[in-house]
T-cell receptor
Framework: DTEVTQTPKHLVMGMTNKKSLKCEQH?????MYWYKQKAKKPPELMFV???????INESVPSRFSPECPNSSLLNLHLHALQPEDSALYLC??????????????FGPGTRLTVL | AQKITQTQPGMFVQEKEAVTLDCTYD???????LFWYKQPSSGEMIFLIY??????QNATEGRYSLNFQKARKSANLVISASQLGDSAMYFC???????????FGSGTQLTVLP
C-alpha cells in the first residue's frame, strides 16, 4: 500500500481565518513533507519532518505552521494567509530506495484558495 | 548542487504511439535516485518509475520504461502505446542519500491526441 491521504481536497478561506491541512500515511515511513505548487510549476519544498522532528524549513513565512503529532500524521496550520498563498499543497512521505536515495510518495493534494 | 533539466515544455503524441520525454541531470554525487512523476489536471502527483544510480538494468513498470544513460547523465521516460489518459504534466526528479528533498525539473506537458 503506497497511499498518502490528505484532507480537505479543497479549501477556501479568508485572510483572517485559521484552518488546518491534514496528511496521513500508514506505510511506516519516517519522513514526511509539505510542498506548495503553483499552476504549471514544479512543487516547492516547504517543510521536512524526520522521525517526527522538523529537519528542514525552507524559509517559509510564519503564517504556515507545521505539526507532526506522530509518525503517521502531519498537519499544516494556516493563519492570516495572503491571496498569493493560493496553490496546491502536497504532502509526501518517503522511504529509502536502492542507491540510498529517498523515494517519495505524494498525496492527492489540497487546493487552497485565499480570498 | 544538483539540477534536473527538462527541455520539452509541451509534447504531442498520437494515441497508441510511443513517446519519449527527455530528462538530463547534473550531480557530482555517485549515489542518487531518479524519478518520474505524472500529474494529471486533478493535481495528484503519481509516482511512475524509479532508477537508482547503481542499478544495472533500466527500470520498467508496465508501459513505462526509463532509458538510463549514465555517461550522458540522461534519464528519459518512454511511454509505449500512449492512451488518452496519459495526457498530463510529467516531472523528472532526483534525490541524493545525503538529502531528503527532491530536485524537480520544470516539467513536460504531454497531450495524447485521438
Amino acid at each position: 500500500d503506497t497511499e498518502v491521504t490528505q484532507t480537505p481536497k479543497h479549501l477556501v478561506m479568508g485572510m483572517t481565518n485559521k484552518k488546518s491541512l491534514k496528511c496521513e500515511q500508514h506505510m511506516g515511513h519516517r519522513a514526511m513533507y509539505w510542498y506548495k505548487q503553483k499552476a504549471k510549476k514544479p512543487p516547492e519544498l516547504m517543510f521536512v519532518y524526520s522521525y517526527e522532528k522538523l529537519s528542514i524549513n525552507e524559509s517559509v513565512p510564519s503564517r504556515f505552521s507545521p505539526e507532526c503529532p506522530n509518525s503517521s500524521l502531519l498537519n499544516l496550520h494556516l493563519h492570516a494567509l495572503q491571496p498569493e498563498d493560493s496553490a496546491l499543497y502536497l504532502c509526501a512521505s518517503s522511504r529509502r530506495g536502492s542507491s540510498g536515495s529517498y523515494e517519495q510518495f505524494f498525496g492527492p493534494g489540497t487546493r487552497l484558495t485565499v480570498l | 548542487a544538483q539540477k534536473i533539466t527538462q527541455t520539452q515544455p509541451g509534447m504531442f503524441v498520437q494515441e497508441k504511439e510511443a513517446v519519449t520525454l527527455d530528462c538530463t541531470y547534473d550531480t557530482s554525487d555517485p549515489s542518487y535516485g531518479l524519478f518520474w512523476y505524472k500529474q494529471p489536471s486533478s493535481g495528484e502527483m503519481i509516482f511512475l518509475i524509479y532508477q537508482g544510480s547503481y542499478d544495472q538494468q533500466n527500470a520498467t513498470e508496465g508501459r513505462y520504461s526509463l532509458n538510463f544513460q549514465k555517461a550522458r547523465k540522461s534519464a528519459n521516460l518512454v511511454i509505449s502505446a500512449s492512451q488518452l489518459g496519459d495526457s498530463a504534466m510529467y516531472f523528472c526528479a532526483m534525490s541524493l542519500p545525503s538529502a531528503r528533498q527532491l530536485t524537480f525539473g520544470s516539467g513536460t506537458q504531454l497531450t495524447v491526441l485521438p
